[in-house]
């Protein structure tokens, strides 16, 4: 059965975590969904594992959607949330309903995720839900403004470990279905996790979120750089190359193809 948001929620109360990872295109979408994944993240961090710039910040809205549109195709139970990428809602609401439009029509994906919880982030995520948009929050690390924040921890002071926590608080009410947690203590992670009555995902944010996200090239040994937090499940480059040498052996020796 394909997975809804009253699901995530069910999950949240039950304390059976949720799984979740990202994808950029049709065939990693497909292999994950089959996996097992719950939720699949089309997020903007393919601006860095697929397109290869060095922030979010350059992936356009079309890109987006061009990525989102091939990820769907290859998804049958997972959830499905989509990035707005970087200025393509913090101009209005109604840029941000525009876009958030867009990526749910164009690209057949049911949610989408934000970043941030001030006030104009919050007015955006009620609005968006009144009008049947499901939004995913994400607050603590928020890398597109890597250019204010850099990539490091966030919510150390008790000032900041207030605002974060007064920002999840706003954005379940604002009637965000989940909130992604990057880069913050473990026990301020926690109590976000005990405070909102949604799903928590953390990135970074210790063992008590309600469900876990990773960037799947860090998951999978793919990423030319991987953040501290996050774990090489396997070393994918190693055996593609040492798969592309065996492929280069046999061509060069004449085995393959096989003669017929
Ligand atoms: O873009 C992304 O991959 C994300 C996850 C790290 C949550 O936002
Ligand atoms: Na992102």
Request: contains cysteine; charged residues 20%; negative net charge.
């Amino acid at each position: 059965m394909a997975v809804t948001i009253q699901q995530l929620i069910k999950w949240k109360q039950q304390r059976r975590s949720i799984i979740s990872l990202t994808a950029w295109d049709y065939s990693l979408a497909r292999v994950l969904d089959d996996a097992g994944v719950d939720m699949i993240l089309v997020g903007d961090s393919l601006a860095m594992v697929a397109l290869g710039h060095n922030s979010t910040l350059p992936v356009t809205l079309d890109q987006m959607i061009h990525h989102a549109t091939a990820v769907r195709r290859g998804v049958k139970r997972a959830l499905t949330v989509c990035d707005l990428p970087f200025l393509s809602y913090q101009e209005s609401i109604s840029q941000a309903i525009h876009s958030a439009g867009r990526i749910v029509k164009e690209t057949g994906v049911t949610a989408i995720k934000l970043e941030g919880g001030h006030p104009r982030i919050i007015s955006m995520v009620r609005e968006l839900t009144l009008i049947g948009i499901p939004v995913m929050g994400h607050v603590g690390l928020t890398p597109q403004s890597v250019n204010i924040l850099g990539y490091k921890q966030q919510g150390k002071t008790p000032q900041e470990a207030d605002r974060i926590l007064n920002e999840a608080v706003a954005l379940a009410e604002a009637g965000a279905f989940a909130i992604i947690l990057e880069h913050i203590p473990d026990d301020l992670a926690a109590t976000i996790t005990a405070t909102v009555p949604i799903p928590t995902i953390g990135i970074g944010a210790g063992i008590k979120c309600d469900g876990q996200v990773l960037v799947t090239t860090d998951l999978l040994g793919l990423s030319d750089r991987i953040p501290p937090f996050a774990k090489a499940y396997v070393n994918l480059q190693e055996i593609i190359t040492n798969t592309v040498q065996e492929f280069t052996q046999d061509v060069q020796q004449g085995k393959f193809p096989d003669k017929g």
